[in-house]
Antibody, heavy 122, light 106 residues
Framework: EVQLVESGGGLVQPGGSLRLSCAASGFTFSSYWMHWVRQAPGKGLVWVSRINSDGSSTSYADSVKGRFTISRDNAKNTLYLQMNSLRAEDTAVYYC???????????????WGQGTLVTVSS | AIQMTQSPSSLSASVGDRVTITCRASQGIRNDLGWYQQKPGKAPKLLIYAASSLQSGVPSRFSGSGSGTDFTLTISSLQPEDFATYYCLQDYNYPLFGQGTKVEIK
């Protein structure tokens, strides 16, 4: 059974840092592109970042570029999001998601974690 | 940057109704678009990928169409479990979600 389990969320002060983890199981993690998506309370979904299967290529939304870093450890089947210089507007539930393996299946993130809440407040 | 305009932002419908939600891209995105359903407190669920391909396990009353700039999600006969918020996602270059459509009970 495919599972994605996020951890690492919590309360942090503005300007602080946090590292989120997403533990993957039930599939060959090293074969899949992975994404982080966030959702502020009562708001819509926002794509944050993605990483290719071997970790050699990453992309970021403009709102987090230069502050967040996505990475992965394929030996540990784990995806990470290092978040620095956090702002109040980064407060959200953060989801990790797996992209469909088929190259032509764009727009398809087929498995999602349950989400971890990050609250940035003094 | 590509912009996505999803409409309507909300709609009221009855069980059995045919429901249509649209997403328009500011430039062509081929068929690099997915549709998602989200219920309160839950993670999104993939319904459609590559604009018109039904994800495994999703009921056939859901369908997607379109290519280029205009895309549609259709629910042919709304069921009680379909009341939720729906999002499109363009994945042509940098992924971007639409603003969402909340489907409520009439």
């Amino acid at each position: 059974e495919v599972q994605l389990v996020e951890s690492g969320g919590g309360l942090v002060q503005p300007g602080g840092s946090l590292r989120l983890s997403c533990a993957a199981s039930g599939f060959t993690f090293s074969s899949y592109w992975m994404h982080w998506v966030r959702q502020a309370p009562g708001k819509g979904l926002v794509w944050v970042s993605r990483i290719n299967s071997d970790g050699s290529s990453t992309s970021y939304a403009d709102s987090v570029k230069g502050r967040f870093t996505i990475s992965r450890d394929n030996a540990k089947n784990t995806l990470y999001l290092q978040m620095n210089s956090l702002r109040a507007e980064d407060t959200a539930v953060y989801y990790c998601a797996r992209a469909l393996l088929v190259p032509a299946a764009r727009g398809g993130y087929d498995y999602w974690g349950q989400g971890t809440l990050v609250t940035v407040s003094s | 940057a590509i912009q996505m305009t999803q409409s309507p932002s909300s709609l009221s419908a009855s069980v059995g109704d045919r429901v249509t939600i649209t997403c328009r891209a500011s430039q062509g995105i081929r068929n690099d678009l997915g549709w998602y359903q989200q219920k309160p407190g839950k993670a999104p669920k993939l319904l459609i990928y590559a604009a018109s391909s039904l994800q495994s396990g999703v009921p056939s009353r859901f369908s997607g169409s379109g290519s280029g700039t205009d895309f549609t999600l259709t629910i042919s006969s709304l069921q009680p479990e379909d009341f939720a918020t729906y999002y499109c996602l363009q994945d042509y270059n940098y992924p971007l979600f639409g603003q969402g459509t909340k489907v409520e009970i009439k």
